[in-house]
């Protein structure tokens, strides 16, 4: 069965701190494996997705994540965080048309 | 990717009423779904909603609680029947593109809240 671990609930850090957002999955197959970003207020973002090949996947507002099938995991970094990065963090990973999310991870930024 | 729009973007109903949310999408597409995501809470799907056909429910979810319908390949609707205060929680639809495999994109959301 497909299921999405998102270890921490809560994470605070100092802005311009690095981040690492942890996600463990669990899945039959090869993966395809997303970051959601929900702002307050606001609906769903797409950061980034891996599908295939490289495993550093590169995404939007300065954001990566690298695919580690040995360790079932795909973790969200970003060198140095922003104040407008506080927002809710889903790993989700997809099959057959559905999407699995993980429980979220909520950011807080401080300054 | 696509537009989507909600609405009503919030609404405050009274327990054993029904509300009814809309799903705009400004391109056809062939996949359209309905999230709820329930106070603190992640995403659960609800339904697959299939055009010219009855939607797909996720384990949980019953037509005759959240009926759906998808009249074209651009718009759909979620109703949430006789609410109770359960029902409080976030509707998102959101829609495939044939385009982006496995990639979904998400209107706004629907906040609502039954009193």
């Known amino acids: 069965a497909q299921s999405v671990t998102q270890p921490d609930i809560h994470i605070t850090v100092s802005e311009g701190a690095s981040l690492e957002l942890r996600c463990n999955y669990s899945?039959?197959?090869?993966?395809?494996l997303f970051w959601y970003v929900q702002s307050p207020g606001q609906g769903l973002q797409l950061l980034l997705k891996?599908?295939?090949?490289?495993?550093l996947v590169q995404g939007i507002k300065g954001f990566e994540a690298e695919f580690k099938r040995s360790q079932s995991s795909f973790n969200l970094r970003k060198p140095s965080v922003h104040w407008s990065d506080a927002a809710e963090y889903f790993c989700?990973?997809?099959?057959?048309?559905?999407?699995?999310f993980g429980t979220g991870t909520r950011l807080t930024v401080i300054p | 990717s696509a537009v989507i729009s909600q609405k009503p973007s919030r609404d405050i109903c009274q327990r054993g009423t029904s509300l009814t949310i809309q799903c705009q999408v400004d391109?056809?597409?062939?996949?359209m779904f309905w999230y709820r995501q329930q106070p603190g809470q992640s995403l659960t799907l609800i339904a697959t909603?299939?055009?010219?056909?009855?939607?797909?429910?996720e384990s949980g979810f019953v037509i005759d609680k959240f009926p759906i319908s998808r009249p074209n390949l651009t718009f759909s609707t979620l109703t949430v029947s006789n609410m109770s205060p359960e029902d409080s929680s976030i509707y998102l639809c959101?829609?495939?593109?044939?385009?982006?495999?496995?990639?979904?994109?998400f209107g706004p959301g629907t906040r609502l809240t039954v009193l």
């Open positions: 959101s829609v495939e593109l044939a385009s982006s495999y496995n990639e979904q994109f």
């Open positions: 899945y039959g197959a090869t993966p395809y």
């Open positions: 891996y599908f295939s090949g490289d495993t």
């Open positions: 989700v990973l997809t099959g057959a048309n559905n999407l699995f």
């Open positions: 391109s056809q597409v062939t996949m």
């Open positions: 909603a299939n055009q010219g056909s009855e939607a797909t429910y």
